[in-house]
């Protein structure tokens, strides 16, 4: 899957919220007061996170913010060790906001999509009912 393909998918998704691209990175957002995104695709290391090496040619990272339960269903109880953040097309937690409950994939395959589409769904259903309280 390329960045260009997990963007449309991720438009197509949206249906009333948007996206923006700010240093390169894209911000998904459910609806439009832009308060926080509920995916992203980010194109290179910052001074925040390097973890996972995205100055590599052609390597982009997409994360998502998941519930509590399915993070825990994915990763169990205790915060992963031994993780390599810099793998290719595999599931882990965010190298940096795992604690929050995000996930990530570097470069994911198609299947691999396959498998992080409900994730998408839930982080922007998850979003969207919290910012409705």
């Known amino acids: 899957m390329t960045e260009d393909d997990i963007t449309q998918h991720l ?3 949206l ?3 948007h996206f923006e691209v700010a240093d390169d990175n894209t911000f998904f957002f459910h609806g439009a007061d832009n308060k926080f995104p509920f995916a992203t695709i980010v ?3 910052n001074e925040f996170d390097s973890a996972s090496n995205l100055n590599r040619p052609g390597v982009f ?7 509590k339960e399915t993070f825990r269903g994915l990763f169990g109880e205790a915060e992963p060790s031994g993780i390599d953040d810099t793998a290719l097309d595999r599931l882990m ?3 940096v906001y795992a604690r929050m409950y ?3 994939v570097i470069n994911p395959s198609a299947a691999t999509f396959e498998t992080v589409k409900p994730l998408l769904a839930e982080a922007r259903k998850l979003l969207a009912s919290r910012d409705g309280r």
Do not use: A, E, Y
Not at 61 to 67: A, D, I, Q
């Open 102 to 104: 995000w996930v990530s």
């Open 93 to 95: 937690p965010h190298p």
């Open 61 to 67: 990272r997409l994360n998502m913010g998941v519930s």
């Open 11 to 13: 438009i197509d998704m």
């Open 15 to 17: 249906g009333g919220g």
């Open 43 to 45: 194109t290179k290391d």
